[in-house]
């Protein structure tokens, strides 16, 4: 298959799939379970593109797969353990208490852009897939470098926070440990930096520019939607002025050295 009959189908199989979880959630009572099966989708959607494309398996499709992959399995499996041990996240609360009038309705369609969204990211994979051009250019030992650090600091980032929040003293205080110390999300910031990885590594595509709408519409959505604003939103209700604090003090995103206050 031709990467656009690649892609509508990957949409079509991730909506069903996000149907299907929406109904469990609802079910549950938990909309985490959407932040879970967001993730795995990406990894799937990565295992489909390669194995359905009309081009002979090559040693560029393998890497960005595995590279998907060990991304998709660390993440989505953190989220689970997270989902499955805690209360419903306090963002998903807010949105029910605000969707109240046709919340079952609004939910669904809540999950039904995380589809889209899915299938709008894989983009970026999917032109990487799709290079022509042969690997072992510098382009491409940096986008794999890019992708390796970014997934190592999301992943000291959480369980960073994970060490934190599990200590009865911190209720109700904020993570200001190791890597949280120089951002407000550093979780965040690696998860964005891991997207620049396809970029360079679709160089050589003539459909490369595409290749560029994945982090850019997620550092958007990062900053001004989905990202930092409900998360501290939810963090100020819950930790008050030492929260106010901590965003006096350090970055919302980039990370760099504490301010002074």
Known sequence: MNPLQLFIIGWLVIALIMAITFQFAWTRGNAGIVDVVWTYALGLLALFYTLASDIDFNLRQAIILSLVLFWSLRLGTHLWLRVASEEEDGRYQ??????????????????????????????????????PTPFGSLTDYIGIGIALIAIMGEGIADNQLQRFRLQPENTRKTC????????????????????WSFPLLALGSAAW??????????????????????????????????????????????PWFRKRT
């Open 176 to 195: 200001r440990d190791g890597l949280w110390r120089y951002s407000r999300h550093p979780n965040y910031f690696f998860e964005w930096l891991y997207w």
């Open 94 to 131: 807010s949105l029910k208490q605000k969707w109240k009038e046709n919340l079952k309705r609004k939910l669904f369609f809540f999950f039904q852009m995380q589809a889209v969204a899915d299938s709008f990211l894989s983009i970026a994979i999917l032109v990487a897939i799709f290079n």
């Open 209 to 254: 520019p595409l290749a560029l709408l994945s982090p850019l519409a997620l550092l958007y959505l990062m900053l001004k939607v989905t990202g930092i604003p409900p998360t501290e939103e939810q963090a100020l209700l819950k930790r008050g002025d030492d929260y106010r604090a901590y965003q006096n003090e350090t970055n919302a995103f980039f």
